[in-house]
């Protein structure tokens, strides 16, 4: 079974930046498309970004959109989050997943087991 480890979170004040990543334990990111999740206590978990397996297609969530990027490096198995212009909103658990295509809708659907996320917090 594939695991993911999510690392990079930390506290930053608003207007910050972090760049957030992901290492699996095996090389699946040249075949499965993958994608940021975030959750906060209370909330349902939330798509973030996307990143086909190819590299060539992203999609990011309305709230995000102009300040993240995501990235993908297969040879060393990790997908990349760079958050800029972090907004106390962001406050989160931010976790990544295999997705279910490359594309919208199924670049928001997550399968797999998810890691144990790693917290990002962003003070105002």
């Known amino acids: 079974q594939v695991q993911l480890v999510e690392s990079g979170g930390g506290l930053v004040q608003a207007g910050g930046s972090l760049r957030l990543s992901c290492i699996a334990s095996?090389?699946?990111?040249?075949?499965?498309?993958m994608s940021w999740f975030r959750q906060v206590p209370g909330k349902e978990r939330e798509f973030v970004a996307g990143?086909?397996?190819?590299?060539?297609?992203?999609q990011y969530a309305d709230s995000v959109k102009g300040r993240f990027i995501i990235s993908k490096d297969a040879a060393v198995n990790t997908v990349y989050l760079q958050m800029n212009s972090l907004k106390p909103e962001d406050t989160a658990v931010y976790y990544c997943?295999?997705?279910?295509?490359?594309?919208?809708?199924?670049?928001?659907?997550?399968?797999?087991?998810w890691g144990q996320g790693t917290q990002v917090t962003v003070s105002s």
């Open positions: 997943n295999r997705v279910m295509g490359s594309h919208d809708p199924e670049l928001r659907k997550p399968y797999g087991s």
């Open positions: 095996e090389h699946i990111f040249s075949s499965y498309s």
């Open positions: 990143i086909s397996w190819s590299g060539i297609n992203t």
